[in-house]
């Protein structure tokens, strides 16, 4: 494994932001969701897609805080144009589950 230095860690900024709405995305190739997440006053709404529907439907995301690396250029995906990437970890079967803090933490933070 590759080491890189704490300047570069630095560049990824990953922000918490909070689901404000979420639907179903069937144009996607593979099953997924698109969600518009909240970062607060400084970045403010963003939108995304994600193959998560193992785990989630839109009605659940909905106030749910989540991790996303907001930095990254701007990615079409079919019709859609996905501004941040959602961070998860795979399950036992290769599902993703999103990332987020154990409680309630102010919009926009970033992570340390």
Partial sequence: MAEISFDDFLKVDIRVGEVIRAEAFPEARKPAIKMWIDFGPEIGERKTSAQITAH?????????????????????????????????????????????????????????
Avoid: W
Wanted: aromatic share 6%; net charge negative.
């Fill in 56 to 112: 989630y439907d839109p009605a659940t995301l909905v106030g749910k805080q989540v991790m996303a690396v907001v930095n990254f250029p701007p990615r079409q995906i079919g019709k859609f144009m996905s501004e941040v990437l959602v961070l998860g970890l795979p399950d036992e079967n290769g599902e993703i589950v999103l990332i987020g803090p154990d409680g309630k933490v102010p919009l926009g933070g970033r992570m340390h």
